[in-house]
């Protein structure tokens, strides 16, 4: 059996970006922490460009140098603070204000300026901010409520996503040395992402389900009238991901096939090839090289943790990919892979998901078996390499990863079934997921598990509170107890946002009521752990206090795992540590 800790050790890589010349990829690498790495494109001489004691994310290369950009919070506050790195240089901090969140966006096509969103404002609010690098200069060029993000900056036009909530975005172009914002006019509510101008900047590219379309697709958008053609649509699955080579000749996307990614490669606007010699899982953080030849891509599957790949001229061959045995002393042989399945809601609809099942021999009587409940609600059990999930299935349990309605992947239809007073559908496809699998060969009817984390986690307080009996043991990372406290205590910027998926207070008070878990506590049996960073902006930690005080009170099996300095997950190596081995003894106990 494998120590739960030693699953924390194993690395990972992403955003991968060419230097101006090609010969060099930056990128983000490590556990836990992620740091700024490069290395040579063969995968040789790879550094540390940044050593900081914080996780880097979204790093960026300026268009016309080696400049890079990047975030750090403070201990996963997600208040993001913006760093640079010249090419000679050593990094620094762009922005200093602790209190406020800056979310990296574009660098200006010359590379002397950068744009981003801050709430520095007004915490609510996320405005636009342009920042001129040589003298500091600031000028805020879009403001008001609601949380955007710059996703392009082409000519002197930026390109700005407002996200309203799950299932609406908004579109903008502003002009960056007039300040004049334009609103790209759409017919109804509609999402997008990845949006940015084509190279001669008279239509946007970006991925879009405006129309009516249940799946998202690559479109080409005119800015003016709105009008919208889709580029690439496959039937049934959302395009997730694209990129275009700077000369326009060749395109690549992935696409969402039931939590697996597809990655195509080809000419742009001709048949393109799948992209084999890849983990079978998913595939993203797509980036050209300099002279249209070579896509740099991050991929990872459930027995295959994340690493950096090259596709040259049809050829795909790994440059760094991480190493279970060197790293954490696992025989990589020893992953287990998911099988996709599927079972009847009560209500006869197909929900689908993901079954692993322990090495060896099943027990006399069945293994023991966890369901894992994936966050968000929009968001999706994917195809990645889960460690935490691997560590369980070392430990004898097998693991079904659910994805009930509200999940992504599945067509807006499916993400929206659950909003509102509908929420209770969610519940019920997991009552059918945990029927479903007690009927399996090889699984104990009598010892099955839940655990989820944030919305996962209100999923597990709502599966023990109204669903006691079907339940042996239990696991809440940052769940959401009371939403009336949830919707009042969340970060400001998140606020009407989650309001607009899971209840307005004042319209929707019966709704938030009746789903609020800490009502329910004197009917749960099965024992209960319970895990919370005090960093946590968007599930503060007031919501594990209160269920805790409230198992206390009742006199029922709780225990806590309170961390200090953590926000909306553990990220922190000595904090993964303590959770694995937490939750491997708690499942042990009592499954």
């Excluded at 039937?235 to 690549?252: F, I, M």
């Excluded at 195509?264 to 050209?288: S, T, Y």
């Excluded at 996709?340 to 929900?351: A, H, I, R, Y």
Aim: aromatic share 8%; with cysteine.
């Amino acid at each position: 059996m494998i120590d739960p800790s030693a699953w924390t050790a194993i690395g990972g890589a992403s955003s991968p970006s060419f230097s101006i010349d090609g010969e060099t990829i930056f990128h983000l690498r490590g556990a836990g922490l992620m740091q700024v790495w490069s290395m040579r494109r063969d995968g040789s001489s790879a550094r540390p460009l940044a050593s900081q004691d914080e996780c880097a994310v979204k790093l960026r290369r300026a268009p016309n140098s080696d400049q890079l950009l990047w975030g750090i919070d403070a201990g996963g506050d997600e208040r993001q603070q913006i760093w640079l790195l010249d090419p000679a240089g050593t990094p620094r901090a762009l922005t200093a204000e602790p209190a406020a969140s800056h979310e990296a966006g574009a660098f200006s096509p010359d590379g002397g300026s950068i744009a981003f969103a801050a709430n520095d404002r007004d915490a609510a609010c996320f405005d636009i901010v342009i920042v001129d690098l040589a003298t500091g200069d600031r000028r805020r060029v879009l403001e008001g409520a609601g949380g955007r993000s710059v996703t392009n900056w082409t000519g002197i036009r930026l390109v700005v996503i407002e996200d309203r909530s799950s299932s609406d975005q908004a579109l903008w172009t502003i002009d960056a040395e007039t300040g004049a914002v334009h609103e790209v006019p759409r017919p109804g509510l509609a999402r997008y992402a990845s949006a940015r101008f084509a190279k001669d900047g008279a239509h946007l590219l970006a991925l879009s389900d405006q129309g009516g379309a249940d799946f998202m697709r690559l479109c080409r958008i005119e800015p003016a009238s709105g009008d919208l053609q889709p580029v690439f649509e496959p039937a049934g699955r959302d395009v997730e991901a694209w990129a275009l080579s700077p000369d326009e000749s060749l395109l690549a996307t992935v696409e969402n096939d039931r939590g697996y990614g597809v990655l195509r490669v080809g000419a742009m606007g001709g048949e393109r090839d799948v992209v084999a010699d890849v983990p079978h899982g998913v595939a993203g953080d797509l980036a050209w090289s300099p002279d249209s030849r070579t896509l740099a891509f991050a991929a990872e599957g459930p027995t295959a943790p994340p690493g950096l790949y090259l596709w040259d001229g049809g050829v795909t061959r790994p440059i760094w990919r991480p190493d279970p045995q060197a790293e954490a002393g696992i025989d990589a042989a020893q992953l287990i892979g998911f099988t996709l399945v599927s079972w009847p809601g009560l209500d006869g609809q197909k929900v689908p998901g993901s079954l692993a099942m322990p090495r060896g021999e099943a027990p006399a009587r069945g293994f023991p078996s966890v369901v894992s409940v994936h966050g968000g609600p929009a968001a999706q059990s994917r195809a990645k390499f889960r460690p935490d999930m691997q560590m369980l299935l070392s430990q004898g349990f097998a693991v079904l990863m659910p994805n009930v309605r509200g999940s992504t992947g599945y067509g807006r239809a499916w993400m929206e079934s659950d909003d509102f007073e509908k929420r209770q559908v969610a519940i019920d496809d997991l009552v059918a997921a945990r029927h479903w699998l007690a009927e399996q060969p090889g699984i104990n009817p009598s010892r099955i598990g839940i655990m989820g984390q944030s919305y996962g986690g209100w999923m597990v307080l709502a599966a023990i509170t109204r669903h006691s009996e079907l339940w042996r043991a239990a696991v809440d990372y940052y769940g959401i107890a009371d939403w009336f406290t949830l919707l009042r205590d969340t970060g400001p910027w998140r606020r009407q946002h989650r309001a607009l998926e899971y209840g307005v207070p004042g319209r929707h008070d019966a709704v938030l009521r009746e789903f609020s878990p800490i009502h329910g506590v004197a009917a749960i049996s099965a024992p209960l752990l319970v895990a919370h960073g005090d960093r946590d902006p968007r599930v503060p930690m007031n919501e594990s206090e209160q269920f805790v005080a409230a198992m206390e009170r009742h006199q029922k099996r709780v225990s806590y795992e309170r961390f200090t300095y953590a926000g909306h997950g553990f990220i922190r190596p000595d904090h993964q540590q303590r959770i694995y081995a937490a939750v491997a003894e708690h499942f042990l106990q009592h499954l």
